[in-house]
């Protein structure tokens, strides 16, 4: 099960998964995203309309569709606000941490239900490399946001080890989608290290597959990061301007 699987990286897995011959389910708050030529492709395909902030919404999809025999649950949902939107509507802060944070642990919670009772499964979600970034005055809700998910990420790995449930935490740099084009003025030309869908899928799947705990990539910015955190905090505010 995808949720966030209408459009981007989320759509990208599970097309492929679909096409390795999985029963696949692909969630979102709008289903009218997914191209119904996909849809023709992979007629297995499943799908499920909710908002993953909406906690019996997210259970009673993840039980209809597997039956508490879920094997892997994919989390790509996210809501994204910047600095000039939370000014204009301090309320889309409330949003980011209900949908990134909040819908994370519904939908991990709901499923590993059934993954503990079977002792069995796999929860990945996909944070954001911004989340690798140190609290700093100025930073950022997006990546304090971030940071939580990957701290959640950590705390369901240690609480679901002794029942044989991995977890595994996507941390990708700049994926020239739709949206961060839509973000960006119709282009990410200038976002550095940038990775086509395609080869961020590639990176996902192997840690996907290979159940690891944390994949960050691409592995320039992620230098790129932790050489900014090393930086004393004067220089870190400078940031912003």
């Given at each position: 099960m995808v949720?966030?699987?209408t459009?981007?990286i989320?759509?990208?897995?599970?097309r492929?998964?679909?096409?390795q011959?999985?029963?696949v389910?692909?969630?979102?708050?709008?289903?009218?995203?997914?191209?119904?030529?996909?849809?023709?492709?992979?007629?297995?395909l499943r799908?499920?309309?909710?908002?993953i902030?909406d906690k019996?919404a997210?259970g009673?999809?993840?039980?209809?569709?597997?039956?508490?025999?879920?094997?892997t649950?994919?989390?790509?949902?996210?809501?994204?606000?910047?600095?000039?939107?939370?000014?204009?509507d301090?309320?889309a802060?409330?949003r980011?941490?209900?949908?990134?944070v909040?819908?994370?642990?519904?939908?991990f919670?709901a499923?590993?239900?059934?993954?503990m009772?079977r002792k069995?499964?796999?929860l990945?979600?996909?944070?954001?490399i911004?989340?690798l970034?140190r609290d700093?005055p100025?930073?950022s809700l997006y990546?304090a946001n971030k940071?939580l998910?990957?701290?959640l990420?950590?705390l369901?790995?240690k609480?679901?080890?002794?029942?044989?449930?991995a977890?595994t935490?996507?941390?990708?740099g700049?994926v020239?989608?739709?949206?961060l084009?839509?973000?960006?003025n119709?282009?990410?030309?200038n976002k550095?290290?940038?990775?086509?869908e395609?080869?961020?899928l590639?990176h996902?799947?192997?840690?996907i597959?290979?159940?690891?705990?944390r994949s960050v990539f691409?592995?320039q910015l992620?230098?790129?990061?932790?050489?900014?955190?090393?930086?004393p905090?004067l220089?870190r505010r400078?940031?912003?301007k």
């Open positions: 949720i966030g699987g459009s981007g989320g759509l990208a897995l599970a492929h998964y679909a096409g011959g999985a029963q389910a692909i969630c979102g708050r709008d289903l009218g995203r997914v191209d119904p030529d996909i849809l023709a492709r992979h007629p297995g799908l499920y309309q909710f908002d902030a019996a997210v009673a999809a993840i039980d209809d569709f597997a039956c508490g025999a879920l094997d649950l994919v989390v790509t949902a996210g809501f994204y606000a910047d600095a000039a939107t939370l000014e204009r301090p309320a802060g409330t980011m941490l209900h949908t990134n909040g819908g994370l642990n519904n939908a919670e499923a590993a239900r059934g993954m009772a069995s499964g796999h990945v979600a996909v944070a954001s911004a989340g970034l700093y100025g930073a990546s940071r998910v990957i701290a990420c950590a369901y790995r609480t679901l080890a002794p029942f044989s449930v977890v935490v996507i941390v990708p700049y020239d989608t739709a949206r084009r839509e973000l960006n119709c282009s990410a030309a550095p290290y940038l990775l086509s395609q080869q961020a590639v996902m799947v192997k840690a597959d290979g159940r690891v705990a691409p592995w992620h230098w790129m990061v932790m050489a900014f955190n090393c930086l905090l220089l400078l940031r912003d």
